[in-house]
């Protein structure tokens, strides 16, 4: 089925603990996103990839890192998890980036909690 | 700055029309967008509409434009309960072209 999928869908996870969120898209989109979502703040862009090998920060980087190896897979990594980071953690994929139009595909998104 | 204004709740009446709001700060932004989010799902495009226009309809979805307010309403006629979801109000900044800047979402509830 194409599309993008996440893993895991949750995960509670002990403060200090290093985490790697997965998203892979057979979709061959060139650019991929990495959004938290909290309740009354909507989506904020931590970390985004125009094609493979190009990383970029965006609103929230602090506290996570990202790799693009290849097209089709954007890992997120918390290094050393903290309670803050609790959210909702979606990946996305468009054809390209900030083109006018451009629409952007949703994973079903991770639920992480860090106690 | 960077904001996109919209309220966060609104509860409607089955068979009502829905009319969700937003605010947008960057005049320049060329598209506008609606995203609609199901419980537990990821976010769906829903439409999105130019800014050289000033009004889209799409089946029971009319998007109005109003660039001099920076105001953006999404109207759902005959409001049905799988319409029961988070609607998101987003642009694209020209200046900011490597992301979508996201309103914080309206949860929109259907009562009987």
């Known amino acids: 089925i194409a599309g993008i999928t996440q893993a895991p869908t949750s995960q509670i996870l002990a403060a200090g603990r290093r985490m790697t969120l997965r998203c892979t898209q057979d979709?061959?989109?060139?650019?991929m996103y990495w959004y938290r979502q909290d309740l009354g703040l909507g989506l904020r862009l931590i970390h985004y990839s125009n094609t493979a090998g190009t990383t970029g920060k965006g609103e929230v980087p602090d506290g996570y890192s990202v790799s693009r190896a290849n097209t089709d897979d954007f890992p997120l990594t918390l290094a050393s998890a903290v309670p803050s980071q609790t959210s909702v953690y979606f990946c996305a994929s468009s054809d390209s980036v900030g083109l006018a139009g451009n629409e952007q595909f949703f994973g079903p998104g991770t639920r992480l909690t860090v106690l | 700055g960077e904001d996109v204004e919209q309220s966060l709740f609104l509860s409607v009446r089955e068979g009502d029309s829905s009319v969700i709001n937003c605010t947008y700060t960057?005049?320049?932004?060329?598209?506008l967008y609606w995203y609609k989010q199901e419980p537990g799902a990821g976010l769906q495009l829903l439409t999105y509409?130019?800014?050289?226009?000033d009004m889209k309809q799409d089946q029971r979805l009319t998007v109005l434009l109003n660039k001099k307010d920076k105001h953006l309403s999404l109207r759902i006629a005959d409001t049905q309960t799988g319409d029961s979801a988070i609607y998101f109000c987003a642009e694209i900044p020209p200046t900011k072209a490597s992301k979508i800047i996201f309103g914080s979402g309206t949860r929109l509830s259907i009562r009987p």
């Open positions: 960057d005049s320049s932004s060329t598209y």
């Open positions: 509409i130019f800014s050289n226009m």
């Open positions: 979709m061959r989109h060139n650019a």
